[in-house]
């Protein structure tokens, strides 16, 4: 049995699944379908955060009047914890993901979380549930913190009281046949966000508000939507709810660059990974505006060679073909291209513990 910690109560299940009950789940994982054994649920009421608990997963108990239900204020994170050569346990960058969940805690008027509590939970989850951390490279045990307001109030204000709850999900290989290029939608039709909206939070509605643009994509055969700025309608911003990245061959030198921050984006982790990642591998890195047109003049020209998603579930996508309307482009022959799979496997091969963690990214749990 697992002691409590300072902040949180530790209830094991008591219906925990045997070895061979857990080996028969996670012999056929897809993303986000399959849960351990427990959660960790800490409220907010009286204006503090009281203690919380380590306990059986299981379904929340929702008043009908609960302000979110009604005003939106919902944030989420995702972070991921992989297992090691050593048999230990590291979890990706997760202080990066508890400073975000504050970030769009903050925008959505919502508590801060402190940090350190946001990593006592994942420590004690993890350590808890890390039979479920699956083995193999590409596999990795997803982690999602979330906050919401749980007031039961149907004023229009900032909710009183909230509950933070994280669970886990053992996530088999995102690309299971293989990584291959996907093909998107440049959506001229609906926005991402607009500016002074909650673009870089990671807040419910951006998700539920993006969902009819991904129909539109599909519709026209494509697997995901790019978003373009809600001014101009001309800058290129994410994909679907990855951000961006571009490879140049300029003068000899190799450059991946992927759209600034302008506060519509994302910040995403995994971005801010391979912005420095990229210089460890002998490339340059930049962040700066692209429009559709300079896109399209780029690949036609070859000084753009390739292009790619990123985000913690899929870690690197290859973009292999662009569609709008009027046109599309091809990148790369629709081929995975070899910067992008460069950078994929040495972030791959960080996370998975075969190579030096030089920039101290992985965090042991204890």
Known sequence: MSASTANLTVRPSAAILSDAQRAEKMSSLSFGRTFTD???????????????????????????????????????????????????????????????????????????????????????????????????????LYLRPLMFATDPFLGVRPALEYLFVLFASPAGA?????????????????????????????????????????????????DQVVWLDAVHRQYIEEMGGMNLFFVYKE??????????????????????????????????????????????????????????ACGTAAVITPVGLAKANGFEMAINKGENGPITMALREALLAIQHGTVEDRHNWMHTIP
């Not at 379904?59 to 944030?75: C, K, R, V």
């Not at 995403?268 to 399209?296: F, H, N, P």
């Open 251 to 308: 003068n000899g030198k190799t450059i991946i660059v992927t759209p600034e921050l302008t506060g519509t984006l994302l910040p995403g982790i995994t971005r801010r990974t391979l912005l420095e990642l990229a210089k460890d591998l002998g490339y340059e890195s930049e962040e700066r505006k692209l429009t559709v047109q300079q896109w399209r003049d780029d690949i036609a020209a070859g000084r753009m060679t390739e292009v790619f």
């Open 38 to 140: 427990h959660m960790v649920v800490i409220p907010y009421r009286d204006g503090a955060w009281q203690k919380g608990e380590v306990k059986a997963y299981g379904p929340l108990m929702l008043d009908p009047a609960a302000s979110a239900l009604h005003y939106g204020q919902a944030i989420f994170e995702g972070f991921k914890a992989f297992s090691q050569p050593d048999g230990s346990v590291k979890a990706f960058r997760p202080r990066d993901n508890a400073e975000r969940f504050n970030r769009s805690a903050r925008r959505l008027a919502m508590p801060d979380l402190p940090p350190d509590l946001f990593m006592e939970a994942a420590d004690a989850l993890i350590s808890l549930d890390q039979k479920w951390v699956p083995k193999n490279v590409g596999e990795s």
């Open 174 to 222: 995102y690309f299971p046949q293989g990584v291959k290029p996907v093909t998107v939608w440049i959506s001229e039709d609906y926005v991402r966000a607009a500016p002074g909206g909650t673009g870089e939070a990671k807040c419910a509605g951006n998700y539920a508000a993006s969902l009819v643009a991904q129909a539109q994509a599909l519709e026209k055969g494509c």
